[in-house]
């Protein structure tokens, strides 16, 4: 019913900047929650921010003030903007979608995921 793709990943320094973005296919897309969560190697997958239609966010801790969420609803797609990158940072993102209607952090809530792009922050 609904498909993500996510694109955008890539090797970046410390300190520097990506913009990740998700493309979603599916009828009445533009009404749903959509989040961004990551997964570093050998650890479980973790919220890192979410936006509902009309623009609420919410962030995890570690990312706020470095990471900006925001949607584009004409175009379908949700972006997560990464400046201040960390090390720590390294870790396969992914864009999921929730029809609920309801802002949650929530992994198993979400049940639209896309394929994950790979981000790496390294000297």
């Known amino acids: 019913q609904v498909q993500l793709v996510e694109s955008g990943g890539g090797l970046v320094q410390p300190g520097g900047s990506l913009r990740l973005s998700c493309a979603a296919s599916g009828r009445n897309t533009w009404t749903y929650h959509m989040a961004w969560f990551r997964q570093a190697p050998g650890k479980e997958r973790e919220f890192v921010a979410v936006i509902n239609w009309i623009s609420g966010t919410y962030y995890a801790e570690s990312v706020k003030g470095r990471f900006t969420i925001a949607r584009d609803n004409a175009k379908n797609t949700v972006y997560l903007q990464m400046n201040s990158l960390k090390p720590e940072d390294t870790a396969v993102y992914y864009c999921?979608?929730?029809?609920?209607?309801?802002?949650?952090?929530?992994?198993?809530?979400?049940?639209?995921w896309g394929q994950g792009t790979q981000v790496t922050v390294s000297s």
């Open positions: 999921a979608a929730s029809a609920d209607g309801i802002i949650t952090t929530t992994l198993t809530d979400y049940a639209y």
